[in-house]
T-cell receptor, first 109, second 112 residues
Framework: RKEVEQDPGPFNVPEGATVAFNCTYS??????FFWYRQDCRKEPKLLMS???SGNEDGRFTAQLNRASQYISLLIRDSKLSDSATYLC??????????FGTGTRLLVSP | EAQVTQNPRYLITVTGKKLTVTCSQN?????MSWYRQDPGLGLRQIYY???????DKGDVPEGYKVSRKEKRNFPLILESPSPNQTSLYFC???????????FGDGTRLSIL
């Protein structure tokens, strides 16, 4: 079983749609969680950290469910510029980051 | 500007010819790490360093070496590169407090 699992997609959505990604992790001792965005073979960039209480940044909402060991990302009012691969990242402690393979999002006009 | 700088960005070389990929950060971060990214496998950690002169193996260290003589630099060394090390490599750094990592622009290596 992979340590961090994501649906690879692609998720094809029209502009303005709401789309949600989920990610599951296997290490119950994981300490912190992030969503990164990666554009076509460029470096991953932090989108947002994920907090236990859930957090929102503009059109993006992240949630963490420790009991079920999953993390979610919700994107509202999708823009063409949101097209990218979204990486779920889990910090298992001592800065050991484990990356999911990513979920690809394609937003069309 | 806070950044992680990798060089070279692209390199095509031949099997067995030693190469070094440099990584430098200007954020005074304690933690630095090297990853490789391959299709369908995501990013996998090669080596990491918690501070100067402290390095440890990640998930895929075979065929690689690193050193951390200064806080800002963390070079990745391939003593005898082989074709299975053809990949996209990223260096990253962060502070020690468990926060997110900052990535360099990546180095695309092709070993023929």
């Amino acid at each position: 079983r992979k340590e961090v699992e994501q649906d690879p997609g692609p998720f094809n959505v029209p502009e303005g749609a709401t789309v949600a990604f989920n990610c599951t992790y296997s290490n119950s001792a994981s300490q912190s969680f992030f969503w990164y965005r990666q554009d076509c073979r460029k470096e991953p960039k932090l989108l947002m950290s994920v907090y236990s209480s859930g957090n929102e940044d503009g059109r993006f909402t992240a949630q963490l469910n420790r009991a079920s060991q999953y993390i979610s990302l919700l994107i509202r009012d999708s823009k063409l510029s949101d097209s990218a691969t979204y990486l779920c990242v889990v910090n298992e402690g001592f800065q050991k980051l484990v990356f999911g393979t990513g979920t690809r999002l394609l937003v069309s006009p | 500007e806070a950044q992680v700088t990798q060089n070279p960005r692209y390199l095509i070389t031949v099997t067995g010819k030693k190469l070094t990929v440099t990584c430098s950060q200007n954020m005074n971060h304690e933690y630095m790490s090297w990853y490789r990214q391959d299709p369908g496998l995501g990013l996998r950690q090669i080596y990491y360093s918690m501070n100067v002169e402290v390095t440890d193996k990640g998930d895929v260290p075979e065929g690689y070496k690193v050193s951390r003589k200064e806080k800002r630099n963390f070079p990745l060394i391939l003593e005898s590169p082989s074709p299975n090390q053809t990949s996209l490599y990223f260096c990253a750094s962060s502070g020690i407090g468990g926060g997110p990592q900052h990535f360099g622009d990546g180095t695309r290596l092709s070993i023929l």
